[in-house]
Protein backbone atom coordinates (compact mmCIF):
# COMPACT_ATOMS: atom_id res chain seq x y z
CA UNK A 1 0.00 0.00 0.00
CA UNK A 2 1.20 3.32 -0.75
CA UNK A 3 1.26 5.68 2.34
CA UNK A 4 -0.60 8.09 0.47
CA UNK A 5 -3.20 6.48 -0.35
CA UNK A 6 -5.30 4.74 2.55
CA UNK A 7 -7.72 3.34 0.67
CA UNK A 8 -6.72 0.01 -1.93
CA UNK A 9 -7.21 1.16 -5.79
CA UNK A 10 -10.12 -1.29 -7.34
CA UNK A 11 -9.34 -2.71 -10.48
CA UNK A 12 -11.24 -1.73 -13.29
CA UNK A 13 -13.58 -5.25 -13.39
CA UNK A 14 -14.65 -3.99 -9.88
CA UNK A 15 -15.78 -0.88 -10.26
CA UNK A 16 -19.36 -1.09 -10.33
CA UNK A 17 -21.41 0.69 -13.12
CA UNK A 18 -22.21 4.27 -13.34
CA UNK A 19 -19.18 4.87 -11.40
CA UNK A 20 -15.64 6.06 -13.35
CA UNK A 21 -12.69 7.19 -12.36
CA UNK A 22 -11.47 10.83 -12.19
CA UNK A 23 -8.70 13.23 -11.77
CA UNK A 24 -9.31 15.71 -9.44
CA UNK A 25 -7.71 19.12 -9.35
CA UNK A 26 -4.57 18.47 -7.31
CA UNK A 27 -3.56 15.36 -9.78
CA UNK A 28 -5.01 12.67 -7.20
CA UNK A 29 -7.52 9.95 -8.93
CA UNK A 30 -10.67 8.97 -7.10
CA UNK A 31 -13.89 7.12 -8.18
CA UNK A 32 -17.12 8.98 -8.30
CA UNK A 33 -20.43 8.80 -9.72
CA UNK A 34 -20.80 10.73 -13.09
CA UNK A 35 -23.44 12.46 -14.13
CA UNK A 36 -22.78 12.41 -18.14
CA UNK A 37 -21.47 14.29 -20.06
CA UNK A 38 -21.63 18.01 -19.77
CA UNK A 39 -21.23 18.19 -23.34
CA UNK A 40 -24.26 17.90 -25.48
CA UNK A 41 -23.91 14.86 -28.15
CA UNK A 42 -23.49 15.39 -31.31
CA UNK A 43 -26.77 15.81 -33.82
CA UNK A 44 -28.06 12.58 -34.76
CA UNK A 45 -27.88 12.54 -38.79
CA UNK A 46 -30.95 10.58 -39.76
CA UNK A 47 -30.66 7.48 -41.67
CA UNK A 48 -32.46 6.71 -45.07
CA UNK A 49 -36.18 6.03 -44.11
CA UNK A 50 -36.40 2.38 -43.77
CA UNK A 51 -39.25 0.73 -45.53
CA UNK A 52 -42.41 0.09 -43.18
CA UNK A 53 -43.85 -3.46 -43.19
CA UNK A 54 -48.02 -2.41 -44.39
CA UNK A 55 -50.30 -3.85 -41.69
CA UNK A 56 -52.40 -6.59 -42.26
CA UNK A 57 -56.00 -4.05 -41.62
CA UNK A 58 -54.25 -1.83 -44.45
CA UNK A 59 -54.42 -4.70 -46.95
CA UNK A 60 -57.81 -5.99 -46.09
CA UNK A 61 -58.99 -2.75 -46.50
CA UNK A 62 -57.21 -1.78 -49.66
CA UNK A 63 -58.80 -5.09 -50.87
CA UNK A 64 -61.97 -4.73 -49.92
CA UNK A 65 -63.04 -0.96 -51.21
CA UNK A 66 -62.95 -1.90 -54.77
CA UNK A 67 -65.41 -4.63 -53.97
CA UNK A 68 -67.69 -3.03 -51.71
CA UNK A 69 -68.10 0.19 -54.61
CA UNK A 70 -69.04 -2.57 -56.89
CA UNK A 71 -71.44 -3.60 -54.95
CA UNK A 72 -72.77 -0.35 -53.84
CA UNK A 73 -72.77 0.16 -58.09
CA UNK A 74 -74.68 -3.02 -58.68
CA UNK A 75 -77.39 -2.57 -56.23
CA UNK A 76 -77.87 1.12 -57.61
CA UNK A 77 -78.00 -0.29 -61.48
CA UNK A 78 -80.55 -3.02 -60.19
CA UNK A 79 -82.93 -0.77 -58.35
CA UNK A 80 -82.96 1.31 -61.06
CA UNK A 81 -83.87 -1.20 -62.87
CA UNK A 82 -86.48 -2.23 -60.47
CA UNK A 83 -88.33 1.49 -59.54
CA UNK A 84 -91.50 0.83 -61.69
CA UNK A 85 -92.47 -2.06 -59.97
CA UNK A 86 -91.67 -1.06 -56.92
CA UNK A 87 -93.70 2.25 -57.78
CA UNK A 88 -96.50 -0.40 -58.63
CA UNK A 89 -95.97 -2.61 -55.54
CA UNK A 90 -96.04 0.31 -53.06
CA UNK A 91 -99.60 1.38 -55.38
CA UNK A 92 -101.28 -1.86 -54.43
CA UNK A 93 -99.97 -1.87 -50.81
CA UNK A 94 -101.14 1.64 -50.04
CA UNK A 95 -104.61 0.67 -51.70
CA UNK A 96 -104.60 -2.67 -49.54
CA UNK A 97 -103.72 -0.55 -46.58
CA UNK A 98 -107.10 1.89 -47.82
CA UNK A 99 -109.31 -0.99 -48.33
CA UNK A 100 -109.13 -2.52 -44.83
CA UNK A 101 -108.96 0.50 -43.12
CA UNK A 102 -112.76 1.29 -45.02
CA UNK A 103 -113.79 -2.09 -43.96
CA UNK A 104 -112.60 -2.12 -40.77
CA UNK A 105 -115.15 1.06 -40.10
CA UNK A 106 -117.60 -0.40 -41.73
CA UNK A 107 -117.69 -3.73 -39.82
CA UNK A 108 -117.46 -1.01 -36.68
CA UNK A 109 -120.46 0.42 -38.24
CA UNK A 110 -122.06 -2.43 -38.42
CA UNK A 111 -121.41 -4.63 -35.19
CA UNK A 112 -122.75 -1.17 -33.59
CA UNK A 113 -125.76 -1.42 -34.89
CA UNK A 114 -126.41 -5.22 -34.33
CA UNK A 115 -125.25 -4.23 -30.91
CA UNK A 116 -127.37 -1.75 -30.39
CA UNK A 117 -130.93 -3.56 -31.97
CA UNK A 118 -130.06 -6.43 -29.40
CA UNK A 119 -129.68 -4.08 -26.42
CA UNK A 120 -132.92 -2.65 -27.11
CA UNK A 121 -134.54 -5.81 -27.75
CA UNK A 122 -133.31 -7.40 -24.56
CA UNK A 123 -134.26 -4.31 -22.84
CA UNK A 124 -137.83 -4.02 -24.16
CA UNK A 125 -138.28 -7.98 -22.59
CA UNK A 126 -136.79 -7.34 -19.72
CA UNK A 127 -139.05 -4.41 -19.06
CA UNK A 128 -142.07 -5.12 -16.77
CA UNK A 129 -145.58 -4.85 -18.09
CA UNK A 130 -148.09 -3.46 -15.65
CA UNK A 131 -151.95 -3.85 -16.64
CA UNK A 132 -154.69 -1.45 -14.65
CA UNK A 133 -158.51 -2.87 -14.61
CA UNK A 134 -160.47 -0.08 -12.94
CA UNK A 135 -164.00 0.04 -12.47
CA UNK A 136 -166.37 2.41 -10.82
CA UNK A 137 -170.29 2.12 -10.64
CA UNK A 138 -172.17 5.63 -10.64
CA UNK A 139 -170.49 9.05 -10.45
CA UNK A 140 -169.19 9.34 -7.18
CA UNK A 141 -169.33 5.45 -6.45
CA UNK A 142 -166.15 4.04 -5.19
CA UNK A 143 -163.42 2.93 -7.88
CA UNK A 144 -162.34 -0.95 -7.73
CA UNK A 145 -158.95 -1.69 -9.53
CA UNK A 146 -156.54 -4.69 -10.20
CA UNK A 147 -152.69 -4.26 -10.94
CA UNK A 148 -151.39 -6.99 -13.15
CA UNK A 149 -147.93 -7.17 -13.34
CA UNK A 150 -146.28 -9.47 -16.49
Known amino acids: MHPQHPHPT ?15 PSGERALAYSTGPTTPPPPVIPAAPVAQPIP ?14 GGIAITAVGLSAAAPGLVAISHVLWSTVAALAAG ?3 AAAVISRVRARLTAAQREMQRPHITQHITSTGFLGRANGTINHR
Open 10 to 24: LPPQDIPPGVQEVIL
Open 56 to 69: AWAKATALLAPTVG
Open 104 to 106: GAA
